[in-house]
């Protein structure tokens, strides 16, 4: 009624996995320090993106619109409308 014992495999794999039945004492830290980089990496290329992107439209006021946040052109583009009054506060319905 156990269901068997437990199944048998080699004694001395290598993959960069761990192989069967892997469990490092370290694994905490290997995927802290694995996450902490790939944010890293992420935040890196998001940045690089963001500088690099350019627009010929610019997205409407008062709309919704992500990289209004963070895109340079786009915040620059909105502050000169707004020096010059052209921006108009939002509509409540």
């Known amino acids: 009624m156990g269901g068997g014992g437990k199944i048998p495999y080699p004694k001395h794999v290598w993959s ?3 192989g069967w039945y892997a469990q490092p004492a370290n694994w905490k830290a290997n995927t802290a320090v694995l996450g902490l980089a790939m944010t890293g990496i ?9 500088n690099l992107e350019h627009r010929d439209r610019m997205p409407d ?6 990289s209004r946040y ?3 052109q786009i915040i620059e583009h909105e502050r ?3 020096e010059q009054g052209a921006i108009d506060k939002p509509v409540e319905k």
């Open 16 to 18: 960069p996995a761990g």
């Open 42 to 50: 992420v935040g890196m290329v998001w940045m690089l993106s963001a």
């Open 61 to 66: 006021p008062n709309r919704f619109f992500p």
């Open 70 to 72: 963070w895109s340079k």
């Open 80 to 82: 000169k409308l707004k």
